[in-house]
């Protein structure tokens, strides 16, 4: 069994639960897995701007009291000591996998139980919320294993964590709780490990009941705007449209989804987004 990555309904609206499953591995991430990842989202992605109302947030967590303990060792001497090979599973495999994450219009909220570790780690920096279990536990320990990490992971990982952080995970293999990944920035929120699952899912719905137009604009400022990390090659001709305003950022001023947001507030009701 390669472990496997399951998108079901959730039980708020618009919410869509993506789980991490691997079975008596803690959920690490297979070759299979990474590819998995990639279909999810950009089939996810695809699904919002066809206009899905079922599909406003995403949430991602894994199974069995675990986010994600790193990627599937058992694989690695089958292509980890061939350069070429090596290269195809970072480029195409992981990177492949992020990336799609990373280009999700969706907001994308994380539930991490457990052990949050290298791919994990990864995984959640591509989040725009996270919210962690007190036992949880975060690194990337993989100096233990001889290798470094890649260099847009490592990118990636450092913009979300820190680079003081960044650099005592790969230099030090050192790892973190709750409260310290709380304090240095990277998440949300903390809660004891019993309410983590309701309170990332009410988190989820939170943003599922607000303006979803809204949110895909605000994902795409901050990509935008953010160290290019290559999504394609397109990051730097992206940063210098919003910024230069070959994109027209108000171009959504006579959309319905703001004139009700507007209309609702000034009647004094919930807006019907």
């Known amino acids: 069994m390669s472990g496997e990555v399951v998108v079901s309904p959730s039980d708020a609206r618009g919410v869509v639960q993506v789980m991490l499953r691997h079975e008596g591995r803690l959920n690490a991430m297979s070759r299979a897995m990474w590819r998995q990842l990639r279909d999810v989202f950009v089939g996810l992605q695809q699904r919002s701007q066809e206009g899905d109302s079922s ?18 060792i058992s694989e690695y001497p089958a292509f980890r000591f061939d350069a070429i090979a090596l290269r195809d599973f970072h480029e195409n495999d992981v990177w ?18 457990g052990a949050c570790m290298g791919a994990g780690l990864e995984i959640a920096s591509c989040c725009d919320i996270r919210i962690a279990g007190d036992t949880a536990r975060f690194g990337a320990p993989i100096a233990k294993l001889g290798f470094p990490m890649a260099p847009r992971e490592a990118q990636l990982v450092a913009g979300a964590v820190g680079d003081i952080t960044a650099r005592q995970m790969l230099l030090e293999a050192a790892t973190f709780t709750a409260a310290e990944m709380l304090s240095r920035g990277f998440l949300s929120r903390v809660v004891p490990d019993d309410q983590a699952a309701a309170e990332a899912l009410a988190s989820a719905a939170r943003i599922a009941g607000l303006a979803p137009q809204a949110a895909r604009m605000n994902k795409q400022t901050f990509r935008a705007l953010k160290q290019p990390l290559t999504l394609d090659g397109k990051d730097k001709d992206a940063i210098e449209m919003v910024v230069n305003g070959a994109a027209d950022p108000y171009a959504y001023a006579d959309s319905a989804e703001h004139r009700e947001g507007i209309a609702a507030f000034l009647q004094k009701r919930p807006p019907a987004f």
Do not use: H, K, N, T
């Open 55 to 72: 599909v406003r947030c995403v949430l991602i967590a894994g199974e069995g009291g675990a986010f994600c303990a790193g990627g599937d």
């Open 96 to 113: 492949g996998g992020l990336a799609a994450l990373l280009a999700c219009d969706v907001p994308v909220v994380a539930r991490i139980d």
